[in-house]
């Protein structure tokens, strides 16, 4: 399904391309262990979603905390990933929703992490993942996610457009990222209404917080702004929140902490516990 609905890029060699042949690997692997019918079997039984975008598009500063041991360009982040813990912790220091990481190879991810994490936090839960076929939203709900994140650059439209669908039908609001005017403007006319700008290039991995005050002013009122990547400071969140972006997803900066609770609350600028 998705071996032909993929974005037709120039295959580089850079840390995203090897991400998503690692990841074609993987979830094949597992449609042949998890048929696509037992997957709607738990989706059924599954309680509903709760409602990410509502939850990241209130007046305050909107953390999604990010939930994330490790990456390609910093190796091992945080060794000590008690997820139930950091999650309830997060939630209790102020996080609006959360975000976990579910793909294994690059960043030691798990859905079982998300899966942990939803449970005990009590705070909607976005998968952050690379997602590229159907079979993937379905899973995604079927363990309890109430977001995902689809990654405009390696989808084309068409696949782009359905998988925001499926979402909605799931009862799930997609996060779409993007780091161009060009993905931007492609994923406003796949229909996203929770845009992500995200700071760090995934070819190169390279950060700078000017490529979402650059575009924020290209989305529209009635969508929901979120800045992703690179945010470490209080005052880079107040200016952002200036500029028009409703939420922050916000992962390094909250996993290198030695408690990651007390960050998050300095950064939303609350007393400490």
Do not use: Y
Not at 12 to 21: A, H, K, P
Not at 49 to 68: H, M, Q, R, W, Y
Not at 127 to 138: G, M, S
């Amino acid at each position: 399904m998705w071996g032909v609905s993929l974005k037709a890029e120039a295959q580089t060699g850079t840390i995203l391309d090897r991400i998503i042949e690692a990841r074609r690997a993987s979830v094949g692997k597992r449609q042949r262990l998890v048929p696509l019918p037992v997957l709607k079997m738990a989706v059924a039984k599954a309680a509903p979603p709760c409602d990410f975008a509502a939850a990241i598009s209130g007046t305050s500063l909107n953390v999604i905390a990010e939930l994330k041991k490790a990456s390609p360009s910093r190796g091992v982040i945080r060794a000590d990933f008690d997820v139930a813990a950091l999650a309830v912790s997060l939630a209790a220091a102020g996080a609006a929703a959360l975000s976990i990481l579910t793909e294994e190879d690059f960043f030691h991810g798990s859905l079982l992490n998300l899966k942990q994490a939803r449970d005990a936090a009590g705070i909607p839960v976005l998968r952050k993942d690379f997602l590229f076929d159907p079979w993937q939203v379905w899973e995604a709900r079927s363990v309890g996610a109430d977001s995902f994140l689809l990654v405009a650059a390696i989808l084309d439209d068409a696949l782009l457009a359905q998988l925001l669908a499926l979402g909605r039908e799931l009862g799930m609001e997609a996060l779409v990222e993007v780091h161009s005017r060009a993905e931007l403007d492609r994923a406003l006319q796949a229909g996203a209404r929770v845009l992500g700008v995200n700071n760090r290039d995934l070819k190169t991995f390279t950060v700078s917080l000017e490529t979402s005050l650059q575009l924020v002013a290209s989305i529209p009122d009635d969508c929901i702004a979120v800045s992703e990547s690179g945010l470490r400071s209080r005052a880079e969140l107040e200016r952002l929140r200036a500029a028009g972006f409703d939420a922050f997803l916000i992962g390094e900066q909250l996993m290198q902490a030695p408690d990651p609770a007390a960050a998050l609350r300095e950064l939303l600028g609350a007393s400490p516990a």
